[in-house]
């Protein structure tokens, strides 16, 4: 005999809506939703803001907290982003970040989808210890990683070269992007692959023609982080590049604008500033398919 849960009574419900009027009132919502904000907010945005008062802050200013306030530009000026344009190798390194970012993104791109199609669609024996042993090899750190890799960049001969960074960065891009992959192509159904293959469809046209078209905001959450890894990596970038032509944006705004103990704050902040503005771009257009990616591949 099944047992039926009698419907709420009329004071029960009036008790509900009045505890949720009470939580409700604005008192309430200031320290509850609006303060917590408001502080992670102000956490988050700061040092983009002292970034970029700093960017455009005269020199006098810098230090001089007695006459100038330190959270505030009096008569802002511009020299310290034309002195980064155009007195140092800013555009070369700007350039070297955007090229060695966009050849790895792609390196990565192209061998996680055949790697997480294979996981998790062709279903081979072992499929789900080989993509947690790739999860896994995201975790390892690449302070670790950089040791035996800068011993095979010196034996293959392309030490102080693009071509190093570019080799090297799939290491840590191609696991997390394999396993971010592998969540979203879960969510595909499989009925659209087995009326493809019964249609003729092999493999390939169907991973071509039915998944990737699909998976296009996967490919995209997958390309920003990528990308975003690329464009911020440092350890690799320190290690193997030397001269300063072919230095990135961390590794030269870092090593060629920090004389001994002289730091041009006004030049290292512009740097910091320019240098953030591609990837805030990036994200501004891809942030509904990075979050309905993210979200798929956490979910499953």
């Keep these: 005999m099944s047992q039926h849960t009698p419907p709420p009574s009329r004071a029960a419900i009036e008790d ?16 509850v939703v609006y303060l917590p904000l408001a502080c992670f907010i102000f956490v988050l945005l700061f040092p983009f803001y002292w970034m970029a008062i700093t960017a455009v802050k005269p020199d006098n200013q810098l230090t001089n907290y007695a006459e100038y306030s330190p959270f505030w530009v009096v008569e802002p000026t511009l020299e310290h982003i034309k002195y980064l344009l155009f007195e140092t190798s800013y555009p070369g390194w700007l350039w070297n970040t955007m090229l060695v970012a966009l050849a790895s993104t792609v390196i990565s791109l192209f061998a996680s989808v055949f790697a997480a199609y294979a996981i998790e669609r062709i279903r081979f024996k072992g499929a789900r210890t080989t993509g947690l042993m790739i999860f896994l090899a995201y975790l390892v750190p690449p302070s670790i990683l950089f040791i035996p890799l800068a011993f ?12 190093a960074l570019i080799l090297t960065y799939p290491t840590f891009l191609i696991p997390f992007c394999t396993w971010l992959l592998m969540g979203y192509f879960r969510t595909i159904p499989f009925e659209l692959e087995e009326s493809a293959l019964v249609d003729g469809a092999s493999r390939w046209q169907i991973l071509t023609k039915v998944v990737l078209p699909l998976a296009v905001p996967g490919l995209i959450s997958a390309g920003i982080f990528a990308f975003t890894l690329s464009w911020n990596e440092f350890i690799y970038a320190l290690t193997f590049i030397s001269s300063s032509e072919n230095k990135t944006v961390p590794v030269g705004v870092l090593t060629e604008l920090v004389r001994g103990d002289i730091y041009e704050w006004g030049a290292l902040m512009s740097g910091a500033l320019l240098g953030s503005l591609p990837v805030v771009i990036l994200y501004s257009f891809f942030v509904d398919y990075y979050v309905s990616s993210m979200t798929g591949a956490v979910k499953e």
């Design 16 to 31: 509900d809506s009045e505890g949720m009027q009470q939580f409700n009132t604005l008192p309430r919502r200031i320290f």
């Design 152 to 163: 095979i960049v010196f034996q293959v001969g392309i030490f102080d070269s693009r071509l």
